[in-house]
């Protein structure tokens, strides 16, 4: 009776560990396939943290390289599968049509969601630019050879597979080099005030006497040589006031007498 049990007991156990990891997202498994870090554990699953597969899930799963958790997605048999029934394959849907990406590569531009049928890649000739096409048919947004780098004039147009087309389009020349001024003055010191007298200190006035305390005014300039000649004449005294000291004298001692 404790051997049923046990064996009970055990067909439980292992019921539980098969859904758990029926149900369980891996997260190694978004490096497995182009584009999983677009949507993490809802690229596989209908919850960000796991549970229930979607179309897409099932499909990775009924191809894995073993089942549980040793398994490895094998892309190459589920890019031309259409999980989601919406009429684009899975290749498509992630931005591998030709199947030829592998863990490690860069994942390609993304497209649509493959496990959701209301969710499709930009269709390339339906006039509307959608999704990374530059335009679509004779729709280019307004943009014009000019927009494109290296090129000025010309017409831009579209290609097949919704890229610009510039091959109508004229390669813009290469802009002259400017001519330097001339008459330029040479770089000045960095600090230096523009006209500073050679070997002057930096910040002491222009005519400040050497060893003069700063701040103190300078001494008065002796007058010119004009000016030292007009005053030694106004204090000479002239021939004429010789004549005259004499003859007051005189004049003073007339009037005595007649008194």
């Not at 049923?4 to 156990?13: F, L, N, Q, Y």
């Not at 498509?92 to 592998?102: A, F, I, K, S, T």
């Not at 006039?127 to 943009?143: K, M, P, R």
């Amino acid at each position: 009776m404790r051997k049923i049990k046990w064996i009970g007991g055990s067909g439980v156990a292992l019921a539980l560990v098969l859904l758990a990891s029926t149900a369980m997202a891996r997260p190694e498994r978004v490096g497995q396939v182009p584009n999983g870090f677009q949507r993490a554990c809802r690229t596989c699953h209908n919850n960000p943290s796991g549970g229930p597969r979607n179309t897409f899930g099932n499909d990775i799963e009924e191809t894995m390289t073993e089942p549980g958790i040793r398994g490895v997605a094998q892309w190459e048999l589920v890019f031309e599968l259409d999980s989601d029934g919406d009429g684009f394959t899975n290749g498509q849907e992630l931005g591998d049509p030709e199947g030829v990406w592998r863990p490690g590569d860069p994942s390609p531009p993304f497209q649509s969601n493959p496990a959701d049928g209301a969710s499709v890649p930009p269709v390339c000739g339906d006039g509307v630019i959608e999704g990374n096409e530059d335009c679509d048919t004779d729709s280019l947004d307004d943009a014009t050879c000019a927009d494109i780098d290296g090129f000025g004039e010309g017409e831009l147009s579209c290609a097949e597979d919704c890229t610009f087309d510039v091959s109508a389009c004229v390669e813009a020349p290469e802009p002259e080099p400017q001519p330097e001024p001339e008459g330029q003055p040479e770089a000045q010191p960095e600090g230096e005030p523009e006209g500073q007298p050679e070997g002057q200190p930096e910040g002491e006035p222009e005519g400040q006497p050497e060893g003069q305390p700063e701040g103190e005014p300078a001494p008065a300039a002796p007058p010119a040589e004009e000016d030292c000649a007009c005053a030694s004449l106004n204090t000479r005294p002239s021939a004429l006031s010789w004549w005259l000291a004499p003859l007051a004298l005189i004049g003073l001692g007339l009037s005595r007498r007649r008194r």
